[in-house]
């Protein structure tokens, strides 16, 4: 692997993590991730200084992939060692949400969809699942949480900028 000495944008695949369940019990001190629904999407995003760079034409490759992609048995998610990526570390106070949706409300697009979101009864009878829509569409959301930290160049990018891992 090698390390990113300046920061890069690039167009990657990412993958988004939700509803985890894990493990009843701890095995060998860790709490599994049994099952994860994912969701894979192309984006761009700019990787900081620092970021390893771990290329695919290695003969060790193998490991790499045992290790950092989700849906592997042995992968450092389904292990629980990141499953702190679906821990929101913010709180949104409910009664600051409810000035920001009257407000988006005004706008008809925004309106329309809320109508459509409401149809669902389930969703409807959920304060929950509503103020997360709400939390969703602010500027504060973490866009981060879910978020597995691994993220796949689809065509090998120049990087002028690396060394050698140490």
């Given at each position: 692997?090698?390390?990113?000495?300046?920061?890069?944008?690039?167009?990657?695949?990412?993958?988004?993590?939700?509803?985890?369940?894990?493990?009843?019990?701890?095995?060998?001190?860790?709490?599994?991730?049994?099952?994860?629904?994912?969701?894979?999407?192309?984006?761009?995003?700019?990787?900081?200084?620092?970021?390893?760079?771990?290329?695919?034409?290695?003969?060790?490759?193998?490991?790499?992939?045992?290790?950092?992609?989700?849906?592997?048995?042995?992968s450092?998610?389904?292990?629980?060692?990141?499953?702190?990526?679906?821990?929101?570390?913010?709180h949104?106070?409910?009664?600051?949400?409810?000035?920001?949706?009257?407000?988006?409300?005004?706008?008809?697009?925004?309106?329309?969809?809320?109508?459509?979101?409401?149809?669902?009864?389930?969703?409807?009878?959920?304060?929950?699942?509503?103020?997360?829509w709400?939390?969703?569409?602010?500027?504060?959301?973490?866009?981060?949480?879910?978020?597995?930290?691994?993220?796949?160049?689809?065509?090998?990018?120049?990087?002028?900028?690396?060394?050698?891992?140490?």
């Amino acid at each position: 692997m090698r390390r990113l000495t300046a920061p890069v944008e690039l167009e990657v695949e990412t993958a988004r993590l939700a509803s985890p369940v894990f493990a009843a019990a701890p095995y060998q001190g860790l709490t599994r991730v049994e099952k994860v629904q994912i969701a894979h999407a192309t984006e761009r995003r700019k990787l900081p200084a620092g970021t390893l760079w771990i290329p695919a034409d290695q003969p060790a490759f193998a490991v790499a992939v045992a290790l950092l992609e989700p849906e592997s048995p042995d992968s450092l998610l389904a292990w629980g060692l990141l499953s702190t990526l679906f821990e929101r570390k913010e709180h949104f106070e409910p009664r600051v949400l409810e000035g920001i949706a009257e407000e988006r409300l005004k706008d008809p697009a925004v309106a329309a969809e809320w109508r459509r979101a409401l149809a669902d009864p389930a969703f409807a009878a959920d304060p929950a699942a509503r103020a997360e829509w709400w939390y969703r569409r602010t500027p504060y959301r973490d866009e981060t949480v879910g978020l597995l930290p691994v993220f796949r160049a689809m065509s090998p990018p120049a990087l002028p900028h690396t060394e050698p891992w140490r």
